[in-house]
């Protein structure tokens, strides 16, 4: 089987950060210019101080070229969140969509589900799952347009359309309209 990552979009970080630095000279002017009261420039500096942090951690997040999500032979794995990551074998995956985020943005959904003998830690909410739901806990892993390139989420959903069934039979593919490809765009 063909080994596929997702990594997170250099373009697209970029594009964030530069929107970061737009707009905290814009408040920085705004504050700085138009107006002498104290609070206000107090204020303006706290939301630089913020606009500074969130450019720091998409920049961070540019930097790391370690794959966010990796679809190999064991299933797809998630790596988003490298304090809690989740491999769903192929077997056990209920479905997989693509839907509009917004109107630039594509979003991949796969839900899929472990049972009781594969979970470490189980959470009393897990627990509860388990018992309602025939001893599966299930899981929505989500591959999201913010960080990662259109064409990446549709090249991945069309190979898993053409790769995945011969694995999984069972599995439900819901491809949602894509706003702009009424308009004849691809990205």
Sequence with gaps: MEKREIYTSIRKTIMIMVSYVLIAVAVSALVFTQSNLLILKVFGVLIDVVIAAAFVFTFRKMLN????????????????????????????????????????????????????????????????????????????????GLWVARKDIRETFEWMKETIPALNGEIQFVDFEDPLAKLGKKF
Excluded: C, H
């Excluded at 064991?74 to 969140?81: H, I, L, M, Q, R």
């Excluded at 985020?101 to 959470?123: C, F, P």
């Design 65 to 144: 070229r370690k794959p966010l999500f990796v679809f190999d032979e064991n299933g797809v794995t998630d790596y988003s969140k490298p304090e809690d990551i989740i491999t769903l074998p192929w077997n056990q995956l209920v479905s997989v969509g693509l839907k509009a985020a917004n109107s630039n943005d594509l979003m991949l959904n796969i839900v899929g589900y472990k049972t009781a003998d594969q979970l470490e830690n189980i959470t009393p909410e897990i627990r509860q799952q388990l018992a309602a739901n025939d001893n599966k806990a299930y899981y929505a892993l989500e591959v999201s």
